[in-house]
């Protein structure tokens, strides 16, 4: 799943007031590579096809439009990318969860229908949802304050991160030792 978010990183690390054309397009490039084997087979990703759509629009915006016409995308190109995400990962659960789809890569079959697997999913969709949701409010905070903007920028965003990926690696371990604790032995009777 880290991978899938490749492309959103480097457009949030290279995109800049003279380099977010440079950021769209490598990032278009890192999306269509890290999809390719997932479109092979025929199971593309949510995340992943938003990455190829999101990053070819802006591609195509710098393409045709001139200067002028794209300051607004120039000023809020990251906002608008950390934004798009968070709808992506909150959308997803009204429908699959988007971690869900990775998690199955990883999970047996009989595991996916259970209420623990998509409860967990559930939770990391929401925490991923809240991260980028989160970093696209203080990345438009940043545009229309002075001073602090490191912090607004890079510094809070990247602890976020940072903090979802540990959680991701945490919290599916943490309900399955849970879940190991309170089950029973076959023929014993609670007490």
């Not at 906002?79 to 990962?89: R, Y």
């Not at 869900?100 to 967990?120: D, G, K, N, V």
Request: charged share 15%; aromatic share 12%; proline share 6%.
């Amino acid at each position: 799943m880290l991978f899938a978010f490749a492309p959103w990183i480097i457009f949030d690390v290279v995109a800049g007031p003279s380099t977010w054309k440079l950021a769209a397009f490598a990032a278009l490039v890192a999306s269509v590579l890290v999809n390719l084997p997932d479109l092979r087979r025929g199971r593309p990703k949510v995340l992943e096809v938003t990455g190829i759509a999101f990053f070819a629009v802006i591609c195509v915006l710098a393409l045709v439009l001139d200067r002028h016409d794209l300051i607004w995308l120039e000023t809020y190109a990251q906002v608008i990318a950390n934004g798009v995400i968070a709808v992506v990962a909150l959308g997803s659960l009204a429908f699959v969860p988007f971690t869900e789809q990775y998690a199955r890569e990883s999970t047996p079959p009989e595991i996916w229908h259970s209420p623990l697997f998509r409860r967990t999913n559930l939770v990391l969709t929401a925490v991923w949802g809240g991260v980028f949701a989160v970093t696209a409010l203080l990345g438009l905070i940043a545009l229309h304050i002075s001073g602090g903007t490191d912090w607004l920028n890079w510094v809070i965003p990247i602890v976020l991160l940072v903090a979802a990926i540990r959680f991701t690696q945490w919290y599916p371990e943490q309900v399955r030792a849970r879940a190991r604790a309170t089950a029973r032995p076959i023929g014993t009777r609670a007490h």
